[in-house]
């Protein structure tokens, strides 16, 4: 398998292990005891050489991880029905539907987008991933829907995995939200780590990692964790007074429940949404009672990978892909509108 590389910037003062954690792709898996095992496997190389303790304070530089031959993989092919945007020798675009997960995990041993790709792809998927995630070169959450790529050769996965990390790949996200962005907002313009860019589009910076009390849950930091940036835009207010809207967020970064934190950080939290959404309802003074319903009864976040763009990996040629809303943001979108059965955006 080819090496990994993390770059540490300028400036890294945590300890090596720490900030290797923290700047490694998600998609590499790396946690602190996999990185300790590493260390003591003599896999890690940094701009002092040899990587002999993980404790030790970080320098800036890059650092080349061995990785060596990904373990055989326990999930096993099954015929599962993909719904395939673009397909080649290198690559394959998924449109993901709601419920499936990823990859297999404790809980999710089988129906997992891998276990498809390895019936769909007959094993020819890179390695990069590692034993649970051949080919995962980013992901999404089980219960949100669309577009996510997966490379079939490592070379593929390298050049994809530069694209997310140095965020020139383009990833848009349609959800609703509670709450209106307001420039006017005196709330959202006091924010720590958040400030308005022409458009009215609402930036949102922080660190993000595992939340002090609840280790299924990410939280928003500004001393620990990883760099997030999350950008949002109102498309479309619902009720009177606004209360709810349609908000396109776009992906610099892409972190575990990205937009979820961070939506939910501003107030604006995913209607749906049974982690980060708290118990929030729309008031029928703002919409009709069938909103009031629909929002509330809504079974998972309102979160949808409506948008992908990248360079091809391999030939250069430019990539977009583009995913329609599924049927039940639809009928929410209807029920906010007052005109259920709407379609359009």
């Not at 449109?95 to 019936?119: E, F, I, Y």
């Not at 970064?253 to 961070?262: F, N, P």
């Not at 040629?317 to 929410?332: G, I, R």
Request: proline share 7%; with cysteine.
């Amino acid at each position: 398998m080819p090496d990994l590389i993390i770059t540490l910037p300028d400036g890294t003062t945590d300890r090596l292990d720490k900030a290797l954690t923290a700047f490694a792709p998600e998609e590499a898996a790396l946690s602190r005891s996999r990185l300790a095992k590493l260390i003591a496997d003599g896999a890690i190389s940094g701009p002092l050489g040899p990587v002999l303790d993980g404790k030790a304070k970080a320098t800036a530089g890059d650092y080349t991880i061995s990785l060596g031959e990904p373990e055989p993989i326990e999930a096993q092919p099954e015929a599962i029905a993909l719904n395939i945007a673009y397909e080649d020798d290198e690559l394959i675009v998924i449109d993901k539907p709601v419920g499936m997960v990823v990859h297999p995990a404790p809980g999710s041993p089988s129906g997992t987008l891998v276990n498809a790709l390895l019936h769909h792809c007959a094993g020819s998927l890179s390695g990069i991933g590692g034993a649970a995630r051949p080919g995962i070169v980013h992901r999404i959450d089980k219960d949100t829907s669309g577009l996510l790529v997966v490379a079939k050769t490592d070379r593929a996965h390298q050049g994809l995995a530069k694209q997310f990390e140095d965020h020139s790949a383009a990833r848009r996200y349609l959800a609703v939200a509670y709450g209106v962005i307001d420039g006017a907002d005196a709330r959202l313009a006091g924010l720590k780590g958040t400030n308005f860019e022409p458009g009215g589009v609402l930036k949102i910076t922080s660190l993000l990692g595992r939340h002090p009390t609840d280790r299924q849950r990410q939280a928003v930091s500004f001393e620990h964790g990883r760099h997030a940036v999350t950008r949002a835009r109102m498309i479309e207010a619902f009720g009177t007074p606004p209360s709810a809207m349609l908000v396109e967020c776009r992906l610099e970064t892409g972190r575990t429940h990205q937009i979820r934190v961070h939506m939910a950080y501003a107030g604006l939290g995913l209607v749906g949404d049974p982690t980060y959404g708290g118990n929030r309802k729309l008031s029928p003074k703002s919409v009709s009672e069938e909103a009031v319903r629909a929002v509330a009864t809504f079974p998972r976040q309102a979160l949808h990978a409506a948008h992908l763009g990248f360079s091809h990996p391999v030939t250069g040629a430019l990539l977009s892909f583009n995913s329609q809303l599924p049927d039940d943001m639809t009928e929410l979108l209807g029920h906010l509108r007052g005109r259920p059965g709407s379609s359009t955006i």
